[in-house]
């Protein structure tokens, strides 16, 4: 049997959680999902040991914006940073750069207190180790993500260079000029990005090994197009 | 060795020179402002030198004479500081000076003036009418205040520069000139 069939020999119940899904893709609220989630457990005991849940719809969100935002802003800073001299397209380059770290900042704060007040959706069953390398980076992921901003923040007022987010509003200065800080700060903000970059390569490897390898639906609880049920 | 030491004694009367000129041994500041993208950049010329006669019951018989030395300026970044001075900016090579020669003061209220001179920068000179007010401070005078000028009027920023969506046409300077008692 060619494997193009495959999904015809699929059982109903499976044929029905890729409409559940397709659904879930068009935004169908939670708690349908979730009312499906029981009564296929409670139809069937052979569902693949793949987990079902997945983060809650703002948490996804949340999550992808905040990817988008860094991809962007790293990409600026690297840009923006090679440009020999003084040009227009620089300091524009400077100020979107700050705008984009100041928004991550914003939204990790959200993110953070989403995190703290909902459970996240329980990892398959995985070596010990591999539980705490997740936590452990998902942590150093969180602090990093506003720590980076909060330094690049505060190498900008050190310079004497205020944030005037999207060209409208003067932020804050929470430290008066200082060459000398300028370096540290500036410094700090480079070494947490690369070693957000490092962490951020190995989170992706990761979910693709997960999904790929293990197969076992650890990306899906964070995609919200793919199938939750992986073959097993 | 000996030309050496004869050269130092006219330099050395040329700094007494420049010394005696200068009203006190501290002058006040010069600074500005400009925005690039709402961004307040702030800058100021370390060197500069002012002369002003002003006797209050006469405001008219005053003169001021203010002179820059358009090279000191500071952003407070080696690299901004350094494209400051290029031809596209203010071409300080060329135009090492920018002065202000007052033509006549007017007294508008007893603590503020209006000082009409012609202000020249990047060589080119402009008639304008600067709003100064006066404080006095034990045994010394502090004309202050604020000119708003266009940079681009000047030319300073050049070719794609003039473009003023990114640096604003409008740069605001700043004195706090001191005067010792005469």
């Given at each position: 049997m060619s494997n193009d069939n495959a999904h015809l020999m699929m059982p109903y119940w499976r044929l029905s959680g890729f409409y559940f899904s397709y659904f879930a893709t068009l935004g169908v609220v939670e708690h349908r999902r979730r009312r499906f989630d029981t009564i296929s457990v409670g139809t069937t005991a052979?569902?693949?040991?793949?987990?079902?849940e997945r983060y809650t719809l703002t948490a996804i969100s949340l999550h992808w914006l905040v990817a988008l935002l860094i991809f962007a802003g790293f990409s600026l800073g690297w840009i923006m940073t090679d440009i020999?001299?003084?040009t227009p397209t620089k300091l524009r380059y400077f100020s979107w750069h700050k705008w984009i770290g100041v928004t991550i900042f914003f939204f990790v704060c959200l993110r953070v207190l989403w995190r703290l007040t909902h459970r996240p959706p329980p990892l398959p069953p995985m070596p010990r180790w591999q539980r705490i390398a997740a936590q452990v980076s998902h942590g150093t992921l969180y602090g990093l993500m506003l720590l980076i901003p909060l330094a690049g923040y505060l190498y900008s007022y050190a310079a004497g260079v205020p944030v005037v987010y999207l060209g409208l509003v003067e932020l804050p200065p929470l430290i008066t000029p200082n060459p000398a800080h300028e370096d540290i700060f500036k410094y700090t903000h480079i070494g947490l990005n690369f070693t957000m970059a490092a962490l951020v390569i190995g989170h992706i490897a990761a979910a693709l090994g997960h999904h790929?390898?293990?197969?076992?639906?650890v990306l899906a609880r964070m995609v919200p197009f793919l199938s939750r049920r992986t073959e097993s | 060795m000996r030309i050496i030491r004869w050269a130092v004694v006219p330099i050395a009367l040329a700094a007494m020179a420049a010394w005696a000129q200068t009203?006190?041994?501290?002058p006040g500041t010069i600074s500005f402002v400009a925005k690039q993208m709402n961004v307040p950049i702030k800058g100021q010329f370390k060197q500069f030198s002012a002369q002003i006669q002003f006797d209050p019951a006469r405001p008219a018989a005053g003169k001021a004479a203010v002179e820059i030395?358009?090279?000191?300026?500071?952003?407070?970044?080696k690299e901004f500081n350094y494209e400051m001075n290029t031809k596209t900016w203010l071409d300080t090579r060329t135009y090492p000076k920018a002065t202000f020669i007052s033509s006549a003061i007017k007294a508008i209220a007893p603590d503020r003036l209006e000082v009409s001179g012609k202000l020249t920068i990047k060589g080119k000179t402009l008639d304008v009418a600067v709003p100064v007010t006066l404080k006095t401070e034990g045994r010394t005078r502090v004309f202050e205040g604020t000119l708003p000028i266009r940079r681009t009027t000047f030319n300073?920023?050049?070719?794609?520069?003039?473009?003023?969506?990114?640096?604003?046409d409008e740069v605001q300077i700043r004195f706090h000139l001191i005067a010792a008692p005469q």
């Open positions: 052979m569902t693949a040991p793949a987990i079902n020999p001299g003084l790929f390898i293990r197969r076992d639906g | 009203p006190t041994a501290n030395d358009v090279a000191s300026l500071d952003l407070g970044d300073i920023g050049e070719d794609e520069w003039r473009d003023t969506s990114v640096v604003a």
